[in-house]
């Protein structure tokens, strides 16, 4: 293959029923985590026909040495000299001379890139751009590299030519590619520094993490980085590199909000703070203790992707029919026989298969490597001397909600004494003995969530909105994200959305309207069958990296914003429902999965460091594709990532399970289930159960192991009906008003806490920018009684237009007339705030219910503008 | 230089500026040793008086009082050459006009950028001059960055350095265009002098940067030397 190898562990052209026979009971030895290995990670950041470019840097570094008059070799100049050419090509970068400036660019991204002339290993060269980069931003490259970001971004040669362009190649982000490069390396640096416990440099690490999560000028880089996103998605910027701007937001996001650690401590700070028991449990560490079940064997049926792919219908608003329920209308009891039996029907052979869950093959090869994966199978007697500490018990401790409570309690009442006591769940007079006892037994479980605090504490709000103001918000880097970019929130999850698109391996080269290869493809299209292999190869793996970070992003920035404010996690997954998240994520399943997990996208030897230090081999020659590692790592990481968001979008949300039903996930995920990793097996185990009840009892009747394995594995609601559905909320006609009364909650919240703060940006700009130096402390302390006055003030000139409309029809109050200008001057004119102590010393029940009715005419009327 | 016996007296000197006060009465007060001094605004105040006793003993300025916080220390000291170098922008505005320095430029190999906007521009001398303080000031005294004067976090302390950096080009344009109104300035104040060295001590500029020539013995280069 014209000196190509193909490192090949999957095959993945041919069936897998034979070629993977042996794979197949294999586990992944993938541990997840925040992002791979630092080398990979900043591999990544390069295409492979960014190739040319590294020599350029070189190229600038030694121009600019022998402008200083100094050997072109860093390693043997002193510190002191070290941060003076440093400095000196920072004032390099502020002149007017575009060519001058991108030298002094590219020489600092020599630097960052950790001279890697004059190494001889790859730790080499990561120890010496470790200790550059640290030099770098203590110097305030950061921040010159941020201004210099700006000024390409509003370049609008380069966008007016890469907009005329029939084909935007690499060459017309030549100037962006230096600098994000440059921003991305410092960032990734830092995120690998902040995993080392004792770092030398913690003191330029907070100082980092500070910058970054604080707006830098007027903009937090975040929101300059979904700009930018959103610029090229509209079509106006066609140039801009997307994988480096996806990558360096994802990081500099994870830098600031922090990973899985800081989500787990934050988690619990504030479940402390609400006076809720600390959470012992980790999903991370459960899941890695758990045992991949073996894939469905009725999975081989649809095992290759569909033949005729069926199109996914665009629904817009999900049009529940009745057809969509649970199909038996058997009753309980008969269903349950059926099931029974149903489980008796299988196939003898599955039964052990799916208990093998338990096994350990590491034992059995240590037993016996002589037996083959069949044989080791069929054998019980392995299954037997399991170590008994692996799962002695169910994986998770069952969880119990209030509601559930509630419901349990009323529907005993009304059995046994004949009548309902909403909200109570105190009483238990009149309820016979084991009933009692399984109400302890659920409060024993019960769960009490952070949303669910929040939720109740904006109730209250709504309720009491004078007497019950708003605490004072914390400020942390989360709420900081949040507030910069709720304004134009829809349009960043559209445009992530799109790229995700465009990047995922099923869509096909029909989605014109964003081609997310420009910064993949070089300027000459490949002559040779290897260059174009090299490109073939270089385009897979561009999109592998774009759908890892796009998904990274979505998934931090949820989990974040749920533990910060529920409703915040509640807008955002809202706006990805209405892009139509879930069909695109089902859409990207809807692949080989195996083929996908397995790919080998990588040539090891073009990959920074590599393809820089040391002798280079012709090109041409023995070019080895793949790895050896049996899996890639990203794309699993990807597949989990998008599980994930799946899962956080649908849960307890029915109106979304059942765009699963409709979208006809089940046998999507199904196949998903094929991977032998036990943490993506478990979300998509999840996603199963929670659909479970409206798959119908055919579904659950052939898919036995999957049911057995959802209950092995994933945690248990008590007295939660899962898979057969008698439960109450499930009825599809409260979906839509399920959908609505949400949004209604977090438009309140968004417009009591955010609102008054972007409609005073709006009108004047000037002072916001001015109080913003004040870090926005002023405007939330008054967050409540600005809401409100703002809505009255709409609400008032509401209805002063209504007056001019219905002038004869309506007749104006005598105290109206009386009095009306005394108001216009004390309302309109002053516009003093109202002191609204005033009406509380004279409590004048009339008033107050007047403006609280105001409020909610209000509401409704932004609601429908 | 320590003066106990006057330590009553100095109880009851107020040290302000009232309205109304001449030009030669203007900060005419007698000196007070830095322990004493018990404002929250000390350093300023020391900084400040030794820049009046003499503003060309650059050594004794820039030394650092025992237990000074040293982020706290640079920047009040860039903080008051900010505030000096208004001086010389005032003195530029007779001479230097947008119609005859088109751009920001020393040397002719070097023009720069005005960084005061969200993004860079190519802005006439005077504007840079005018930008570039006014965006120090707001800096120098935003609440977010530097909201207390008694101890500054590191973050901020790394933002001195660029302010420092754009500041120097209105000594080089106003040395190299301007040269009257520089050495004018200069004779006066030092200030050039005192900012080369302050950089130069600080690590905040490279020293090939600093092309303002200026003789270790703090006098003045004359017209003849360039």
């Known amino acids: ?865 | 230089m320590v003066m106990e016996a006057q330590s009553q007296q100095t109880q009851q000197i107020l040290r302000r500026n009232r309205p109304g006060t001449s030009a030669k009465e203007f900060c005419q007060w007698p000196d007070e040793n830095f322990e004493e001094m018990d404002s929250t605004l000390v350093v300023q105040q020391y900084i400040q008086q030794l820049i009046r006793k003499d503003p060309s003993n650059v050594e004794k300025l820039l030394t650092m009082p025992d237990g000074q916080d040293e982020g706290v220390w640079k920047y009040e000291h860039l903080r008051q050459f900010c505030m000096e170098l208004n001086g010389l922008a005032v003195k530029l505005q007779t001479q230097c006009f947008p119609a005859t320095c088109t751009q920001m430029t020393a040397t002719e190999q070097w023009i720069f950028l005005c960084a005061a906007h969200k993004t860079p521009k190519e802005c006439p001398a005077i504007d840079y001059t005018r930008h570039t303080l006014d965006g120090a000031a707001c800096l120098l005294n935003s609440n977010k960055y530097f909201p207390s004067r008694v101890s500054i976090k590191e973050s901020s302390v790394l933002k001195l350095g660029s302010v420092c950096r754009r500041v120097y080009r209105i000594f080089s344009h106003a040395y190299f265009h301007h040269r009257r109104i520089f050495n004018e300035f200069e004779e006066q104040t030092f200030l050039c002098l005192r900012f080369t060295h302050f950089v130069t001590k600080y690590n905040l500029m490279s020293k090939d940067n600093l092309i303002v020539p200026i003789s270790d013995a703090g006098e003045i280069p004359g017209e003849s030397e360039a």
Request: charged fraction near 25%; charge should be negative; hydrophobic fraction near 40%.
């Open chain 1, 1 to 865: 293959m014209d000196g190509l190898t193909i490192n090949s562990f999957f095959d993945n052209d041919g069936g897998f029923d034979s070629a993977n026979g042996a794979n197949e009971f294999v586990d992944l030895e993938f541990t997840y985590a925040d992002a791979d290995t630092h080398l990979n990670e900043i591999a990544e950041l390069y295409s492979y026909t960014e190739h040319n470019e590294f020599q350029l840097n070189v190229k600038a570094f030694e121009d600019q040495m022998e402008m200083y008059k100094l050997k072109p070799l860093w390693q043997q100049l002193s510190k002191e000299q070290h941060i003076s050419i440093i400095l000196k090509l920072i004032d390099q970068l502020e002149v007017l001379d575009n060519t001058m400036r991108m030298k002094a660019a590219r020489t600092l991204l020599y630097l960052a890139q950790g001279c890697w002339v004059e190494v001889q290993s790859d730790e080499e060269q990561q120890s010496l751009s470790r200790y550059n980069v640290m030099l770098l931003y203590r110097s305030g490259v950061f921040q010159a590299f941020i201004e210099l970001l700006n000024l390409e971004i509003e370049n609008a040669t380069t966008a007016n030519v890469a907009i005329r362009k029939i084909a935007v190649s690499l060459a017309d982000s030549v100037d962006l590619r230096v600098i994000l490069s440059v921003l991305y390396i410092i960032t990734e640096v830092m995120r690998a520094e902040k995993e080392i416990s004792e770092s030398e440099y913690k003191d330029l690490l907070e100082a980092f993490v500070q910058e970054i999560s604080q707006p830098i000028g007027d903009e937090l880089l975040a929101v300059k980085l979904l700009g930018m996103i959103t610029r090229f998605c509209s079509g106006s910027a066609p140039h801009f590199p997307m994988k480096k701007v996806l990558l360096l937001l994802w990081k500099i996001s994870l830098v600031s909000l922090g990973g899985t650690d800081t989500l787990k401590r934050l988690k619990n700070e504030y479940r402390v703070r609400e006076g809720l028991p600390v959470i012992t449990e980790d999903t991370l560490e459960v899941s890695k203790t758990m045992r991949a079940s073996s894939p469905p064997p009725t999975a081989g049926n649809d095992d290759n992707i569909p033949k005729r792919s069926r199109p996914f219908r665009r629904v817009r608003n999900i049009v529940i029919s009745e057809s969509l329920m649970k199909q038996s209308s058997l009753d309980e009891q008969e269903q349950l026989g059926m099931e029974l039996e149903a489980q008796n029907a299988e196939n003898e052979d599955d039964i052990p298969d799916y208990y093998r869950q338990l096994d350990d093959p590491m034992n059995g090869d240590k037993n016996g490597s002589a037996l083959n994966e069949t044989e080791f199978h069929k054998q019980p007697s392995i299954a037997a001397s399991i170590p008994p500490s692996q799962h002695p018990t169910l994986p998770w401790a069952p969880k119990v909600r209030q509601k559930d409570i509630y419901q349990f309690m009323d529907i005993s009442r009304r059995k046994f004494i004949g009548y309902s006591l909403p909200d109570n769940c105190e009483t238990t007079a009149g309820l016979p003995k084991p009933i009692c006892e399984g109400i302890n037994i659920l409060k024993r479980h019960l769960y009490t969530s952070l949303a669910d605090v929040q939720i109740k504490r904006e109730e209250e709000i709504t309720r009491n909105p004078l007497t019950k103001g708003e605490d004072e918000v914390p400020i942390n880097p989360t709420e900081i994200l949040y507030q910069a970019i709720l304004p134009n929130l829809p349009q960043y999850m559209i445009s992530l959305l799109k790229i995700l698109l465009a990047a995922a391996p099923t869509s096909k080269a029909k989605t014109e309207s964003i081609n997310i290869m420009a910064d993949v493809l070089p300027e000459d299209m490949p002559m040779t069958v290897t260059q174009s292999t090299k490109l073939g190869i270089d385009v897979s793996r561009h999109k592998e990296i774009i759908v890892k970070a796009v998904s990274a992003i979505l998934l931090l920035y949820l989990k974040h914003f749920k533990i910060n404010h529920v409703y915040q996690f509640e807008f955002m997954s809202q706006h990805l429902v209405f892009a139509n998240c879930i069909p695109l994520v089902l859409k990207f399943f809807n692949q080989s999965i195996m083929t996908y997990v397995g790919s080998k996208n990588i040539i090891p030897i073009m990959d920074f460091p590599s393809c820089v230090i040391g002798e280079q081999p012709e090109l041409t020659s023995d070019l080895v594709i793949g790895d050896s590692e049996p899996y890639s790592w990203r794309n699993i990481f990807s597949c989990i990532n998008l599980l994930r968001i799946l899962n956080k979008l649908t849960k307890w949300k029915n109106s979304r399970i059942m765009m699963l039903v409709v979208f006809k996930s089940a046998p999507i995920l199904k196949r998903t289930l094929k991977v032998r990793h036990a943490m993506m097996q478990l979300y998509v185990l999840k996603l199963l159960k929670m659909q479970t009840k409206y798959l119908g009892r055919q579904w659950r009747k052939t898919n036995m192991k999957i049911i057995s394995a959802i209950y092995g594995k994933v945690r248990h609601h008590l007295n939660s009906d899962w898979a057969f559905g008698n439960d109450l909320d499930a009825r599809p006609w409260d979906f839509q008003a399920e959908e609505c009364t949400l949004r209604t909650c977090v438009d309140r919240f968004n417009n009591r806490r955010y609102f008054s703060q972007i409609s005073n940006a709006v009108r004047f700009p000037d002072q916001t920018n001015l109080s913003n130096q004040n870090t926005g402390l002023n405007s939330i302390d008054n967050g409540v009684f600005n809401g409100i006055e703002n809505e009255l003030n709409i609400n008032n000139i509401l209805n002063s237009e209504n007056l001019i409309e219905n002038d004869d029809a309506f007749d104006l109050t005598k105290e109206f007339k009386n009095n009306y200008e005394t108001w216009l001057k004390e309302e309109v004119y002053c516009a003093n705030p109202i002191d609204w102590n005033e009406i509380l010393k004279e409590p004048n029940l009339i008033l107050i219910n007047e403006i609280k009715n105001s409020i909610h005419y209000s509401t409704y009327f932004m609601k429908s503008g």
